[in-house]
């Protein structure tokens, strides 16, 4: 029973409205998040994220497609039936309702016991450290502790699955750090599944355990932080999660050729003649004198740990290199200076046209 | 230094003098003379004979037999006072029942056409209140619309009697005073957050435990205010329930009406306008005294 997914998505879709008017918000996806997982959904405005997190949580039926929540399809279920707290945007705390009475509210929905629910509740406040305002009403805290109470209400009735969209959104850059930490502490001491909600990558990329990225209405790739970042599934996750150098080539034997003619020693399983996009990090390229690439710099930027060296090949291509700064600061790199550039083989990730 | 300026207290005083000399000759000084009037004997016709006695209240609670001379209480008086108060919570409830799904469905509509059911709801409201009645009648005679309907359709064989009876005053106060629950309970749900239902029903509650714990007590001002609104007028009323209810069903306000009429017992009219009075202050006291506690708790 315990591999069990906690949430199985089989092939869900999504229309609002209908006809010609009709928005695709999800177009067919599949997804099983693994138990005790910090897992993330992570894509552009408008690209089916809350949508998703709202068929999970009940609010809105799929077009089509089943939802199964620790082994049982829940799909025909209301959301006050199914194993799952949501973590709002915008809190959603009840107002006419003191912190406590707000965390009090969904164990006294599911009628437990006086003495374990002021239990449960005053665990909870400690957990979300608020010991000091359990009495206060919403309205008399600032948005981070808000945000604690919103935390600790969904919590309380220890569901299955913890789902949040976007709940650091609103909260200032200091406090958004401190909540991010918080949140990884919560879900490590309560074991619960979380399914986190973000446009923000590198939110994503420090808090998850995996990461599913999506992109109108479809996952485009599912997986840990690493492989995202390190071998992206396409030209769209290679450039949504940090920057990226985009290279056209041709496929030959033993190697691939550049536009600009430019041969790159490069082994591969395609077809020769075929055209791919070559991706690499910017810390990953490399100036070195037997490099297999000439440029030119157009543009040496200095941001303190590194230094940023935007050059152009001679077909015009931008390149863009991460320099890690030597104890001097000194790169010594000018505008307009004649470079060569490499990388190691690993460090390119070859994606079909 | 010039000269030290006129101080604020003075000022707002002289401002609020017109203000104030309203309230006493507009508010003050009738409310006064029904107080004395209330402690004079009656006039043989009509009037007040100044001869201070405390008659007319002893008349409010008992009757003394013109024969012998013996007290009793003055039930038919109760009975009156008993109606009024039951029938003016009922069009209270009423309202309630019928205002606030209508109050919902309003605020619930786009922002474009809220404004068209609004003034729906207040046109009654702009037309005669006697006209208002008489189209209630028209509707719940014997051979109105409602029973040649119900007859047409088989539901019955012959004609209910509503006209002139209890029901028929709560059906037209009911009706008269709809707007006055609509519009306050819209106000209320119309700040009210609907995202607050998404996070109940995810907390677990059934659609009637977020009615109970969520919306209503968050819309309470509104059914504060709009029951405060119905409950007032309600217990004054007097057209509706004369013309609807007929010689029977006599409310406080038709009782009042009858010892300043063919009753000539001025002095009784006046101290019963004073109990009503004083049943209205206790109500809005209680209004006061929710809505402020309301406040306080949240900050
Ligand atoms: N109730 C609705 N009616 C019609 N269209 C909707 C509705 N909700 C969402 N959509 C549309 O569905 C698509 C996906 O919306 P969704 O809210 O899931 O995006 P999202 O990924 O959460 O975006 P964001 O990052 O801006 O919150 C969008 O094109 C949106 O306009
Ligand atoms: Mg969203």
């Not at chain 1, 009940?58 to 199964?68: A, K, N, Q, S």
């Not at chain 2, 009706?175 to 119309?190: E, G, K, Q, R, T």
Request: hydrophobic share 45%; proline share 6%; aromatic share 8%.
């Amino acid at each position: 029973m315990d591999d069990q997914p906690a949430i199985r998505i089989a092939d869900a879709r999504k229309l609002y409205g209908s006809g010609e008017a009709a928005v695709r918000a999800l177009d067919g996806v599949s997804l099983d998040i693994l138990n005790g997982e910090f897992f993330t959904l992570l894509g552009p405005s408008g690209c089916g994220k809350t949508t998703l997190l709202r068929l999970i949580a009940g609010f809105e039926t799929p077009t089509e497609g089943r939802i199964h929540i620790a082994g049982a399809d829940v799909s025909d279920d209301p959301p006050n039936r199914r194993p799952v707290n949501t973590v709002f945007q915008s809190y959603a705390l009840f107002p006419h309702m003191s912190v406590r009475r707000n965390i009090a509210f969904g164990l006294e929905m599911l009628g437990r016991q006086r003495g374990e629910i002021a239990e449960t509740v005053e665990r909870m406040i400690a957990l979300v450290q608020l010991s000091d305002m359990a009495e206060r009403t919403p309205t008399q805290l600032s948005g981070g502790q808000q945000q604690r109470v919103a935390l600790a209400r969904a919590l309380a009735p220890k569901p299955k699955v913890l789902l949040l969209d976007e709940p650091l959104s609103a909260l200032d850059l200091k406090l958004r750090k401190e909540m991010q930490l918080e949140l990884k502490r919560l879900q490590h001491e309560t074991g619960i599944t979380f399914v986190f909600v973000t446009h923000d990558q590198e939110e994503a990329l420090t808090m998850s355990d995996r990461i599913g990225v999506m992109r109108g209405g479809r996952l485009l790739q599912v997986g840990s932080p690493r492989e995202i970042y390190n071998h992206p599934a396409d030209r769209f996750v290679a450039d949504f999660i940090g920057e990226t150098n985009f290279l056209s080539a041709r496929v030959e034997a033993e190697a691939v050729v550049l536009q600009n003619g430019a041969r790159v020693p490069l082994a591969s399983t395609r077809t020769p003649g075929s055209m791919v996009t070559l991706a690499v990090r910017p810390e990953q390229v490399q100036l070195r004198p037997d490099g297999p690439i000439a440029a030119t710099v157009r543009q040496v930027v200095y941001s303190g740990t590194d230094t940023h060296c935007y050059a152009a090949l001679s077909d015009g291509t931008q390149i863009v290199a991460r320099l890690q700064n030597p104890p001097s600061g000194e790169v010594g790199l000018q505008a307009g200076e004649a470079i060569r550039i490499g990388f190691a083989e690993d460090a390119v990730q070859m994606l079909d046209d | 230094m010039a000269a030290p300026p006129r101080s604020p207290a003075r000022t707002s005083w002289l401002l609020s003098t017109p203000a104030l000399l309203l309230l006493i000759f507009g508010a003050a000084g009738p409310l006064l003379i029904v107080l004395v009037y209330a402690f004079l004997e009656p006039g043989e016709y009509s009037g007040v004979v100044w001869q201070f006695t405390t008659e007319a209240w002893f008349r409010v609670f008992f009757e003394r037999d013109i024969f012998d001379g013996t007290v009793s209480p003055a039930d038919a008086h109760l009975t009156i006072f008993w109606r009024s108060l039951e029938l003016s919570v009922l069009t209270t409830l009423t309202t309630f029942v019928i205002g606030l799904p209508m109050a919902w469905f309003i605020a619930t509509r786009p922002a474009n056409q809220r404004a068209i059911w609004l003034f729906l709801i207040t046109i009654p409201f702009w037309t005669n209140l006697l006209i208002r009645t008489f189209a209630i009648m028209e509707v719940i005679r014997n051979q109105g619309i409602l029973n040649s309907l119900l007859i047409r359709l088989g539901v019955i064989s012959d004609p209910i009697q509503i006209l002139y009876t209890e029901t028929a005053v709560l059906i037209g106060m009911a009706y008269v005073y709809l707007p006055l629950m609509v519009l306050p309970l819209f106000a209320a749900i119309d700040r009210f957050d609907f995202r607050l239902l998404e996070a109940g029903y995810d907390l677990y509650a059934s659609r009637w435990q977020v009615l109970r714990r969520i919306v209503l007590p968050i819309v309470r001002p509104g059914i504060v205010a709009g029951s405060i609104l119905v409950f007032v007028p309600s217990l004054g009323a007097y057209v509706t329930p004369r013309i609807l209810g007929g010689g029977k069903n006599m409310m406080i306000g038709n009782f009042i009406e009858l010892q300043f009429g063919q009753g000539r017992n001025w002095p009784l009219g006046a101290a019963l306008s004073l109990i009503l009075l004083a049943i209205v202050l206790i109500a809005l006291l209680i209004y006061v005294r929710v809505t402020t506690r309301e406040d306080s708790r949240h900050g």
